[in-house]
């Protein structure tokens, strides 16, 4: 699907430097990273643990601070704004898919895809219709009044999709979405994402497996909290695509 201003930057990071705690217990999670995703891209941020991708989720997804450089988000300078602000932000322009579901037990996958349309304001007709159709995009409007409980660990998964989606976000953002899934499950899941990113979303996976990250039309691999490679790839199934976007300087 093509847009106006459809490979415009989504994502940029310049330089920014995270490191926590002081003096000689310092951990360098962040060595200057910058790296540019446009609108409309499939990528994976390819890391073994402790390679810094974790602390990169964590600042793309605006749950973590910089220390130094900057972040532009949907063309929006993240730097200096409130708490609440980055929530306002994070829930109408991020998708999060976490590794462990995240989903309330006691409330039904439709109430869970429900719930960033209740912090975003949306009356409860057009929430329910709204989260009835993202759940049939994943394939699950006939488990709609299910509790996390009685769905299998991909079928939750595929609620998290939904819940990341249905407030239509500038970009999904997802943190080891298969971590916790069997190969099938696994090859489901990431073909919702696949068929969200053919619709237009920007989709970002952080993964340690190589299997997930050739899903994608481009890898970003890290190592000791540096970007050390980021490159095109043709995933499988598909055409090679042209104008990937890059680091900045």
């Known amino acids: 699907m093509t847009t106006p201003g459809a490979r415009d930057p989504v994502i940029q990071l310049c330089r920014v430097v995270k490191t926590y705690g002081a003096a000689h217990s310092a951990v360098h999670a962040l060595r200057g990273v910058s790296l540019t995703i446009r609108r409309g891209e499939r990528v994976a941020i390819l890391g073994a643990s ?22 532009r ?4 300078d993240v730097r200096h704004r409130t708490e609440d602000e980055l929530a306002e ?26 719930l960033p349309l209740v912090y975003s304001g949306v009356r409860r007709a057009e929430r329910e219709r709204r989260a009835l159709e993202a759940l049939e995009t994943v394939g699950l409007d006939g488990r709609a009044h299910h509790l996390p409980s009685e769905l299998s660990g991909g079928e939750q998964q595929r609620v998290a999709v939904a819940r990341a989606v249905v407030n ?43 299997d997930v990250a050739a899903f994608a039309g481009r890898v970003v691999e890290m190592r000791d909290g540096r970007i050390v490679d980021d490159r095109p790839q043709v995933a499988p199934g598909e055409p090679a695509r042209a104008g990937v976007g890059g680091r900045t300087a």
Do not use: C, W
């Open 89 to 114: 932000i994070r829930n109408r322009r991020i998708g999060l898919v976490f590794q462990a579901f995240n989903l309330l037990p006691a409330l039904t996958a439709l109430r869970n895809v429900e």
């Open 168 to 210: 239509e976000p500038a970009i999904v953002l997802a943190d080891e979405p298969t971590g916790n899934l069997d190969s099938v499950a696994s090859r489901s899941v990431m073909g919702v994402l696949r068929r969200f990113n053919g619709q237009g979303r920007t989709v970002v996976v952080i993964t340690h497996d190589h």
């Open 50 to 71: 402790g390679s810094g991708k974790s602390t990169l989720m964590n600042v793309l997804a605006l749950l973590d601070n910089v220390n130094q450089g900057s972040y």
């Open 73 to 76: 988000l949907d063309g929006v």
